[in-house]
């Protein structure tokens, strides 16, 4: 039987990631969807951490990642 383990997931590899999302989305509708179906995967992908990633800088009101 195979089971999942959780892996961290370094910090610049989630930025990193979340920049592509956002360069690739060319209006914030379109990342909302994007961030959405994201949030749809399982905890233990590395999609979900990105989503979770951008939820929580947005959440602190961190200075966010320009979309364009």
């Known amino acids: 039987m195979t089971t999942m383990q959780m892996v961290r997931i370094p910090r610049e590899i989630l ?3 979340a ?3 956002y360069a690739q989305s060319k209006s ?3 990342l909302s969807k994007a961030l959405e ?3 749809q995967l399982p ?14 800088r ?3 009101s961190l ?3 320009r979309v364009g």
């Open 19 to 21: 920049e592509a999302i």
């Open 58 to 60: 947005r959440a602190m």
């Open 37 to 39: 179906s994201l949030r």
């Open 43 to 56: 905890e233990t992908t590395i999609g979900y951490e990105v989503a979770r990633f951008v939820d929580t």
């Open 15 to 17: 930025r990193n990631l």
């Open 63 to 65: 200075p966010t990642l």
């Open 28 to 30: 914030d509708e379109e």
